[in-house]
């Protein structure tokens, strides 16, 4: 088992994997319509775990009812979660900070055990978010936050939290195939 955020680097970095088993997101191209490239995403972060050697279960309840990640990675050996995911088509809205949100809230309640939270996430029309639109999300894990109920969730360390990007270049008008993975940093 190797380490989660370097595994994640590495194919994110290469996208082997991603071209070897999603050639229909990779080459052909797909639509941003429905849950198409939400499907795709979870099955593909499942897969990766899985190649870098953790038990994975993409849509996985966890922290009881309250959260439902997008993929999980549990090591294998100590039975913990090690890394959390959400992937989600950003709009324009809350879309992900509630995403988050979620990462902070399991990551308490499962005991601070993952070593890795992570956020990957596209625009709606593949237009690139960049670094500065996501400057805000780490302020979440620095400062925590109030639920609807106003129960408060305490920070935690911001070096927990990546944020990745998915970048696509158009096939033909209305089709787009997943060029890169890039890394999104606070400045």
Known sequence: MIDAYAALREEFGQLEIARSHFPMWTDWGV??????????????????????????CCECPLAGLEVRADSVWWNK????????FEFERHKGGNELVNKVQNLLRA???????????CLVFWTKNFYPLGDEGVIDLWQIFERGFATRNRHR??????????????????????LHRLKQIAERRRS
């Open 153 to 174: 969730v305490p920070p935690a360390s911001r070096q927990l939290l990546r944020i990745f990007e998915c970048l696509h270049e158009d096939v033909e008008p209305g």
């Open 107 to 117: 990551y308490h309640r499962l005991e601070a055990e993952p070593v890795l939270l």
């Open 77 to 84: 050996t100590s039975r913990t979660p090690a890394a959390i």
């Open 31 to 56: 639509a941003d319509e429905s849950v198409t490239v939400h499907s795709l995403g979870l099955t593909y972060l499942t897969t990766v775990g899985q190649f870098a050697g953790y038990a994975c």
